[in-house]
């Protein structure tokens, strides 16, 4: 992962603790995809990530070194000043980082804590909503598929869907499992991936409304 790497004793005590994490962004908004879509939610981006998703439209939150170690505490503060009972983490990879501490004052409010995750990391926090979205470069770990209740495949070319069958034979058999368009091909693949839910109608279609909606 880049970044995070000139910290001092004290800051590394509070980034491994959770106390402390590197915030690219934090906004109310609404849900824009997936099995939550069109649900206000408190959006808490966290950057840095190992992944490194070709096709992903939040380069600019790989390295965390580029954004700025904030309290989690001071985040709550935010969220109050706003009417948001889902609060959505997500990145970069979120799960880099111990996410026990932010989860738990989150609750402690009375927040309900979503997580938007590749699975590619131990797990840490207590999440309502774990959405599970595998990317090839780095495949889940085996314990994020146990506990994904929202399975999202991103649809890039044809052979994506035989991988995604992969996937999905890996989750609980409740898990919600979508198949999403990739952004810069969605006029291509919607038509194949209409055709393939219609044809295996266990799968859904996942959207980027917010693009759609032009909201964050």
Not at 86 to 108: F, K, M, R
């Amino acid at each position: 992962m880049k970044g995070l790497t000139n910290l001092t004793e004290s800051q590394k005590e509070l980034l491994e603790k959770g106390e402390y994490l590197p915030i690219m962004e934090d906004f109310y908004t609404i849900q824009g995809e997936g099995y939550n879509s069109g649900v206000a939610a408190y959006f808490i981006r966290i950057g840095g990530c190992d992944v490194g998703c070709h096709w992903c439209d939040v380069k600019e939150s790989w390295d965390a070194s580029l954004h700025p170690l904030v309290p989690a505490d001071s985040i709550i503060e935010k969220i109050k000043n706003t009417k948001a009972k889902d609060i959505v983490i997500t990145g970069g990879e979120p799960s880099i980082y111990n996410l026990d501490y932010l989860c738990a004052i989150l609750h402690e409010n009375g927040f309900q804590t979503f997580i938007e995750t590749s699975g590619a990391h131990p797990f840490s926090g207590e999440w309502e909503w774990v959405c599970l979205s595998p990317k090839k470069n780095m495949p889940p770990k085996q314990e994020v598929y146990e506990l994904a209740h929202e399975l999202k495949v991103i649809i890039h070319n044809k052979h994506d869907f035989k991988w995604a069958e992969e996937h999905a034979k890996k989750v609980g058999s409740k898990c919600k499992i979508f198949l999403q368009p990739e952004w810069s091909k969605r006029e291509k693949m919607i038509p194949e991936i209409v055709n393939y839910v219609m044809n295996n109608p266990k799968w859904n279609v996942s959207l980027q409304t917010h693009k759609i909606m032009h909201i964050p």
